[in-house]
């Protein structure tokens, strides 16, 4: 790191702490203004938000890295603007009308107090196994490579890096709320798109351009039947991800993830109104189809260097490739003075804005699903510092899981989507069926939800189980079969296919919910008024802009195929 490089990475802190400084003025008095920022977002900040808190440094590292280690395999979730439309499209509107702060509380309108429970559970559990885990151990380790440091103090250098950036990123979280967290996403969202464009231009000089990248992966082959590194739908027998198995397990995580996680509907629910939200989302949309190009693509890029020169990527101890590596590699090879500075802040951004949601997230289902409910007369301000400590407590067994974490997948991107397989499901059919039909009952949500985690816990668990016993010790029994061996998109479809017909069968023989108590959290129970307000909230260039992203998501599509 250069003088140069510091420099623009103290500037990135001027402009950072400015921006905390002058959220931290604004009033909040309450829940809703510290958890939704007062609900006057305009769409520029739910959009850059929802980017920027989506992509972090799992990205960085995790992308890249599956995109060295298979190519285009990964795209299908990150080609995925149009499920942020059906957010805005189609979910959108009943959110608004719920008035509601977190999911678990608009599942417990639509359902019944313990389907708000489990879905928060299941919620926090994810966050400790997928998010806090996978961006703090994704932080430390692409700082780790770009400043070349082993070892500070007599300390592990990884660890100083992640956890020095958790503690950063938690005081400007904690102090100020949900505002901090989108108005800090406008500053980094630009910085984080130009500094990865900047790797993706330089990477493309270094090995020669687009056609060569092409050339050299397209001639490695990444199963026995015939599918290439750049091969987006593969053979249905390909043992990772066959064509069928991506676009169906893709689509579970997806609709989970962008539809019904707090993490990003949060984003959505601080709008001022349906209209900035849903714009919000279409903005996002247009953001998330940049993410294959910003991130997979220059880990094919660090994957070709290597093959043409031999020695780019580092090796593991193992004799494999660190493909996850691949994106700090790029940093540290190929930049000059002062862009390097500006990666770093890239990087910085990507950490901070996802942690920073996560944060405020996590605060919120603690605060308003659990501690209120218990003690409702509680203080605003007692509220919020009982958020703080849960999130604390959180962060912390997300660390502590990351050893565990590498026993499950050694690709980072691959263990993560792999985790949120098996906890997205039952969270997708209870909300599917929620929405869709007036006829699911309390207790069928419920059923559906606790279906849902105790089959993915139970997937969960074998894996970690099988994965650390010798291979001919394993008996490839049914429960084996099933829970193990299994490919892991085709269990979440069958998943989701059972959570659902769990649902519908458990509300053929349970009492409905009252239709006043539902009014206008489903489809066909809207009142006059509130459809003629969602039609007031879009126009025909609402319908262009999402038309626009659905033909850029199918020209990629067939590109790739």
């Known amino acids: ?196 464009l900047i790797i993706l231009v330089l990477g493309l000089r270094e090995l020669g351009g687009w056609d060569e990248m092409i050339r050299i992966c397209s001639a490695v082959e990444v199963n026995q039947y015939g599918d290439s590194m750049t091969n987006l739908i593969r053979s249905n027998n390909d043992p990772q991800y066959p064509w069928l198995g991506a676009l169906i397990g893709s689509a579970v995580i997806g609709f989970w993830y962008w539809c019904t996680d707090q993490f990003i509907v949060q984003r959505v629910l601080s709008g001022k109104d349906e209209r900035e939200a849903r714009r919000g989302t279409i903005f996002g949309a247009y953001l998330k189809l940049l993410p294959v190009f910003l991130f997979l693509i220059p880990g094919m890029i660090a994957f070709a260097l290597h093959q043409k020169t031999g020695s780019f990527l580092p090796m593991l101890a193992s004799g494999n490739l660190n493909t996850d590596a691949a994106f700090p590699t790029l940093v540290a ?18 950490l901070m804005s996802s942690l920073a949601s996560l944060f405020n997230s996590s605060a919120a289902l603690f605060t308003i699903d659990f501690y209120k409910r218990f003690a409702p007369q509680t203080p605003p301000a007692k509220l919020v510092r009982i958020g703080q400590m849960a999130t604390v407590v959180i962060v912390i067994l997300g660390i502590l899981w990351i050893p565990v974490m590498r026993l499950v997948g050694d690709v980072l991107y691959l263990y993560l989507q792999d985790v949120q397989s098996v906890l997205a499901p039952g969270i997708a059919a209870a909300f599917l069926m929620g929405v869709c039909w007036k006829k699911a009952t309390p207790k069928g949500g419920m059923w559906g939800l606790i279906a849902g985690l105790a089959i993915g816990l139970t997937r969960l668990s074998a894996k970690i189980w099988y994965t650390t016993m010798p291979a001919d010790q394993i008996d490839h029994n049914i429960f084996c079969y099933l829970f193990y061996d299994m490919n892991w998109l085709f269990f979440c479809g069958w998943m989701l296919v059972f959570c659902l017909l769990v649902v519908w069968v458990v509300s053929l023989f349970t009492p409905q919910a009252d239709p006043e108590r539902i009014q206008g959290l489903v489809f066909g129970t809207s009142t006059p008024e509130q459809r003629a307000a969602t039609r007031a909230s879009w126009n025909g260039w609402d319908i262009f802009h999402s038309a626009v992203i659905l033909g850029i998501t199918a020209a990629f599509y067939w590109y790739f195929w």
């Not at 930049?335 to 990666?343: D, T, Y």
């Open 1 to 196: 790191m250069a003088l140069l490089d510091w420099i623009v990475i103290a500037i990135f802190f001027m402009a950072l702490i400015g921006i905390i400084l002058w959220v931290m003025r604004q009033k909040q008095n309450n829940a809703e203004d510290y958890f939704l920022g007062g609900k006057d977002a305009t769409w520029i900040a739910i959009g850059a938000s929802i980017f920027a808190s989506n992509i972090g440094s799992e990205h960085l590292i995790g992308l890249a890295g599956s995109g060295a280690a298979s190519g285009m395999a990964m795209a299908h979730w990150e080609i995925q603007g149009w499920m942020i439309l059906l957010l805005g499209w189609v979910f959108v509107p009943f959110y608004t009308r719920s008035m509601v702060i977190t999911m678990p509380e608009f599942l417990e309108r639509r359902y019944n107090p313990a389907s708000r429970t489990i879905l928060s559970v299941i919620s926090l559990i994810s966050y400790v196994l997928t998010k806090v885990a996978v961006t703090v151990y994704a932080g430390g380790l692409v700082f780790q490579q770009v400043f070349g440091i082993e070892t500070l103090w007599g300390i592990d250098f990884f660890w100083i890096a992640a956890i020095g950036l958790v503690l950063l990123t938690a005081v400007y979280t904690i102090f100020g709320g949900m505002k901090s967290v989108l108005y800090t996403s406008v500053l980094q969202t630009p910085i984080l798109l130009l500094g990865s």
């Open 333 to 350: 090879k190929l930049l000059p003075a002062g862009v390097k500075g500006l990666i770093v802040c890239g990087i910085l951004a990507a």
